[in-house]
């Protein structure tokens, strides 16, 4: 062999073995960085449990994810603030004893956040689900790609099977009837889901798996709504009803103190931002309006009221035009705003 062909032999080795060598070393990297982020949410964990009665509740019962799944596990949730209902409590309960419940309220009353604070205060992935975004059943239980049987990608409701943690259904009475059907085994005693599109595999529930369905009531107000299966409402097991922490001439001190810490205005500000909110809330639950302020749209209004904006030029940018893109609804909830800061 000449020279020449055994420098080149060496040459490709020595790239070879470099390119293993920060194969491997990124590889350290992204262990020990996945490790550091699992610690710090056990430490913020803690913290927030400080916050709740949840000690009883141990939905991991020592189970331990492993650390692509825990990527998955929510980080950095604000807390959830209720005027004593207890919510958190009342869900950990819930899944403690039954494995899965159901939430219901109108939009903007904190479902979906409680559900990422609950799942990063037990430790567990998110699976989560838009039941009104038509998504196909390839995206929910998986399918094959490309040639060959070996191709297979199991989606989301089949992952959560497998792996466990909390499958949320966000507007589940928008959810597709033959969907909900075929979560019914999975929901009773059977505990298994039937993969029709994979040779009719048999795939058992996690025993770390729960399941959380949130929707908005069933109205003509709620496009897309309907009534939930019925085979599928009696799996649920626990409801928990959500409202609005103000509404009407019910002004939560609580709701006033978060948008005046977090939206940055004064005390008055903040009271007068809640008042609007509380008198618009009323008008959405009496059918006159599409859509009412969340807290977090309330935020929104205040830190632009803190930036110096006026207070009605701010909730025109904000709560009004969100509201609706009906010119006459837009104007009617801008004389809202108009009567309570022109009060004295």
């Keep these: 062999m000449d020279k020449e062909s055994t420098g080149a032999r060496i040459q490709t080795n020595t790239v070879n073995t470099d390119k293993e060598v920060i194969r491997r070393r990124l590889e350290m990297g992204r262990t020990r960085f996945m ?29 331990r994810f492993p650390l692509e799944t825990s990527r998955l596990i929510p980080s950095n949730t604000p807390e ?14 819930a899944l403690s004893f039954f494995k899965q419940c159901a939430l219901i309220g109108p939009s903007g009353t904190g479902k979906t956040h409680i559900v990422y604070l ?72 059977r505990g298994h889901l039937v993969l029709n599109e994979k040779d009719n595999e048999v795939i058992p529930r996690h025993p770390r798996g729960y399941l959380i369905a949130s929707m908005n009531p069933f109205s003509a107000e709620f496009a897309g709504t309907k009534p939930l299966n019925a085979a599928f409402r009696r799996r649920m097991t626990v409801w928990l009803n959500f409202d609005y922490l103000s509404v009407g001439d019910k002004l939560s001190a609580r709701e006033v103190q978060l948008v005046r810490t977090r939206g940055g205005v004064d005390e008055i500000t903040a009271r007068k931002i809640v008042s609007a909110a509380a008198e618009l809330r009323q008008q959405y639950k009496s059918g006159d309006l599409p859509y009412a302020p969340s ?28 509201t609706s893109d009906s010119v006459e609804i837009q104007e009617m909830v801008q004389e809202v705003v108009n009567g309570v800061f022109n009060r004295r």
């Design 80 to 93: 959830y603030v209720d005027e004593g209902q207890k919510y958190v409590e009342r869900i950990m309960r």
């Design 295 to 322: 807290v977090a749209d309330l935020m929104n209004w205040g830190k632009l009221c803190a930036h110096g904006v006026s207070p009605t030029l701010a909730a025109q940018e904000t709560v009004v035009a969100m």
């Design 35 to 63: 490790i550091t982020t699992v610690k710090l949410r056990e430490q913020r964990k803690t913290h927030l449990s400080s916050e709740y009665d949840i000690s009883q509740y141990d939905l991991l019962q020592g189970h």
């Design 118 to 189: 609950v799942a990063e205060l037990a430790g567990l992935p998110m699976w989560e689900i838009n039941c009104g975004l038509q998504t196909s059943s390839y995206d929910l239980f998986g399918r094959y790609i490309g040639l060959g049987k070996g191709n297979w990608i199991d989606g989301q409701i089949v992952s959560w099977c497998r792996q466990g943690g909390i499958l949320y259904l966000d507007e589940a009475n928008m959810m597709r009837q033959d969907v909900a059907t075929r979560l019914n085994p999975l929901l009773d005693t």
